[in-house]
């Protein structure tokens, strides 16, 4: 008996641990799926570049290149852990408000975003790789 309830103790905390790690904090989307948005979106990736933190690769109205992202997850590296962030890509719900200068190089457009998606498969980089979700970001993809 007492082989037992150590085994519970020792066992429970585990479970509830891994529990913890694999629960879906947000669910990752298909490209397929915006073809029906009603809303202008973006797809976009972080870039670690001085000065920006996203680049486009699609957008509703073509534009593709570095933009500024004001609103909701304007800097993705402050909500969502690098090794997650950094090879995957997300799509962006707003709208484009106009340009900022950067530098005097030039002006680039500002996005003013007001929700996000990831897109599915989730790319990440860590030893738990192996073991995690490709459709679904978890508490440990998050600060």
């Given at each position: 008996?007492?082989?037992?309830?150590?085994?519970?103790?020792?066992i429970f905390p585990i479970l509830l641990l891994?529990?913890?790690?694999y629960y879906p904090q947000k669910v990752a989307?298909?490209?397929?799926?915006?073809?029906?948005?009603?809303?202008?979106?973006?797809?976009?990736?972080?870039?670690?570049?001085?000065?920006?933190?996203?680049?486009?690769?699609?957008?509703?109205?073509?534009?593709?290149?570095?933009?500024?992202?004001?609103?909701?997850?304007?800097?993705?590296?402050?909500?969502?852990?690098?090794?997650?962030?950094?090879?995957?890509?997300?799509v962006l719900y707003g709208e484009f408000v106009?340009?900022?200068?950067?530098?005097?190089?030039?002006?680039?457009?500002?996005?003013?975003?007001?929700?996000?998606?990831?897109?599915?498969?989730?790319?990440?980089?860590?030893?738990?790789?192996?073991?995690?979700?490709?459709?679904?970001?978890?508490?440990?993809?998050?600060?």
């Amino acid at each position: 008996m007492k082989r037992f309830i150590l085994s519970v103790i020792v066992i429970f905390p585990i479970l509830l641990l891994g529990w913890w790690a694999y629960y879906p904090q947000k669910v990752a989307i298909t490209e397929d799926a915006l073809k029906n948005a009603q809303e202008e979106y973006i797809i976009c990736e972080p870039c670690l570049v001085t000065g920006f933190d996203w680049q486009i690769t699609e957008s509703t109205t073509g534009y593709e290149g570095y933009v500024f992202i004001e609103g909701e997850l304007s800097n993705v590296h402050e909500i969502i852990k690098t090794e997650v962030a950094s090879n995957s890509r997300f799509v962006l719900y707003g709208e484009f408000v106009g340009e900022k200068d950067f530098c005097g190089e030039g002006a680039y457009p500002v996005f003013q975003s007001h929700g996000w998606d990831i897109i599915c498969p989730i790319q990440r980089i860590s030893a738990w790789v192996p073991l995690a979700p490709k459709h679904w970001l978890t508490q440990m993809d998050f600060y």
